[in-house]
C-alpha cells in the first residue's frame, strides 16, 4: 500500500455525527492505531485533518504546545482553517505565553477552599436527586438524575441564580452538540455551526447582561463575580476575558459530566456483580469514576494545528496541517490499557487522557470528579440495585459522547 493509499484508506466519515450512533467508531479508531502513518481525512467543507489515535502520539500533542495550537480552533466543527476570534481571550483557545497569565488568574479564582466550600452544596443536590429517583424507582436516568446535576452544580459554581440555571444549560447543550433538542437526528454541518453559534451567542449575551446590567443577582461567592474580582500581581481579567472563560466554564462543565455519570450507570448496571461491590465499600467508588472517564470518554477528541514543520506517527506535516486527537481512542490504546475493550471498575493505574494533559489540562476535573463521587455515593446507599430498562439512546456528535436518555430502575435498599 503506498503512503497516499495508506492515508485515505476507507475510514468512516470521522467528521459525521451519525457515525457516532449506536456507539463511537471504536474499531475504526482500532484499526488506524496499526497503521504506518496517521490517516487523513478531506472533507469538502472545511480543512482536511489527520486522526491520531495511539495514546503516545496523543500525549505528545496535548504536551507540545508550541507545535501543536489551540488557537485555530478546537472542535472539528469549529475550524475554519482561521484563527478562533476567542483566541488570547478564553483559556483553552489560547497558547504561550498569554495563556500562562489567563491559567494564573482563572485558577487564582478557582482554588482548592473554593472548592472545599462547594462541596456540601453539591452533596446536598446529589442526595435530593438521589433520593427522589430512587423514591421514584423507574426512571429516565438522563431527566431525572445525570442532567439535573451538572446543572444544579454549575448554577452553584458560577453564581447565576436558580431561575436561570435550566436556560443557561440548554444553551450550554447546544453550543456543544451543535443540536437543539434531545433526539435530534444529526444535521449537516453548516446547521450544526449555526446552531453551536446561535448558542455560544445567546450565553454570551447571558453574561453580558447580568455582569454589566444586573451584578447584584450574582452570587458574591460565585465564580463569575470571582472571575470579575480576581487581582494577582497587579493584574485582572478584562471585560472579554470574564466575559469568555465564563462561557467556557458553562459549556464544559454540563455536557461533559452529565454524559459521564449516565454511561457510568449504564455501565454499572450491566456489569454483574459491580453495584454491590461498591456498595460494600465506597472507597471503590473513585476507581470506578476513573474507569468510566476512560471507558466512555465524555469529550472524545480535540483539534490542534501545526505550527511548523514537525513528524508524528510516521507522517510528515507541514504548518497550518490539522490533527485530530481521539481522545476516545487513545483511552483504549493497547500498548496503555491491558483489555482495554473491557470496563473494569477496579481497574489501576487507570493514566487516561479524558481531562487531556499539560497545560490545558481540564480546570474543571476536580469539580467533575466531586460531582460524580457525590452522585454515585448517594445513588449506592439508597439503592440496593440498578438495572437497565432501555438501552442509551445516544445524540448524534462528533465531539461530545452524548447521552440523551437511558431508563433504569432503582430498587430501594
Not at 366 to 377: D, G, H, I, N, Y
Amino acid at each position: 500500500m503506498t503512503t497516499t493509499d495508506t492515508r485515505r484508506a476507507a475510514f468512516p466519515d470521522l467528521a459525521s455525527p451519525a457515525q457516532f450512533v449506536p456507539e463511537p467508531p471504536y474499531r475504526a479508531w482500532a484499526a488506524m492505531r496499526d497503521l504506518p502513518e496517521l490517516p487523513r481525512q478531506e472533507r469538502p467543507d472545511a480543512p482536511g485533518f489527520y486522526s491520531v489515535t495511539r495514546y503516545d502520539h496523543t500525549r505528545t500533542v496535548l504536551r507540545d504546545v508550541a507545535t501543536y495550537s489551540s488557537e485555530w480552533g478546537m472542535t472539528l466543527d469549529s475550524t475554519l482553517g482561521v484563527r478562533d476570534p476567542a483566541a488570547g481571550l478564553m483559556i483553552e483557545l489560547t497558547d504561550k505565553p498569554r495563556h500562562a497569565r489567563l491559567r494564573k488568574l482563572v485558577t487564582g479564582a478557582l482554588t482548592p477552599q473554593f472548592v472545599h466550600s462547594l462541596t456540601p452544596v453539591i452533596e446536598q443536590h446529589a442526595r435530593r436527586l438521589a433520593e427522589a429517583a430512587v423514591r421514584q424507582g423507574e426512571v429516565d436516568a438522563v431527566g431525572t438524575l445525570t442532567a439535573p446535576m451538572p446543572r444544579l452544580a454549575i448554577g452553584s459554581i458560577l453564581g447565576i441564580p436558580e431561575e436561570d440555571r435550566e436556560a443557561v444549560a440548554a444553551m450550554a447543550s447546544s453550543a456543544i452538540t451543535g443540536t437543539e433538542a434531545a433526539g435530534a437526528a444529526a444535521p449537516a454541518l453548516a446547521e450544526r455551526r449555526r446552531c453551536s453559534e446561535a448558542a455560544n451567542n445567546d450565553l454570551l449575551m447571558y453574561f453580558v447582561d447580568i455582569i454589566e446590567g444586573e451584578p447584584h443577582r450574582l452570587d458574591p461567592n460565585g465564580m463569575v463575580r470571582r472571575l470579575m474580582d480576581i487581582e494577582l500581581d497587579g493584574e485582572r481579567l478584562s471585560t472579554d476575558e470574564v466575559l469568555l472563560n465564563c462561557l467556557n466554564l458553562a459549556i464544559g462543565g454540563y455536557e461533559t459530566t452529565k454524559n459521564a455519570v449516565a454511561a457510568g450507570l449504564y455501565r454499572l448496571a450491566g456489569t454483574p456483580g459491580a453495584w454491590q461491590w461498591l456498595r460494600a465499600d465506597h472507597g471503590r467508588i473513585p476507581a470506578m469514576i476513573e474507569e468510566v472517564l476512560r471507558f466512555d470518554t465524555p469529550a472524545m477528541h480535540l483539534i490542534r494545528t501545526v505550527t511548523r514543520p514537525a513528524v508524528l506517527g510516521g507522517t510528515e506535516l507541514a504548518e497550518g496541517d490539522t490533527v485530530c486527537v481521539w481522545l476516545s481512542a487513545a483511552n483504549r490504546d493497547p500498548e496503555v490499557f491491558e483489555a482495554p475493550d473491557e470496563f473494569r471498575p477496579d481497574r489501576t493505574p487507570n493514566n487516561h487522557l479524558s481531562f487531556t494533559i499539560g497545560p490545558h489540562f481540564c480546570l474543571g476535573a476536580v469539580l467533575a470528579r466531586l460531582e460524580m463521587r457525590s452522585l454515585f455515593t448517594e445513588l449506592l446507599t439508597r439503592a440496593e440495585s440498578v438495572e437497565a430498562r432501555s438501552e442509551l439512546i445516544r445524540r448524534p456528535s462528533n465531539f461530545i459522547a452524548g447521552i440523551d436518555r437511558f431508563d433504569i430502575a432503582l430498587r430501594p435498599a
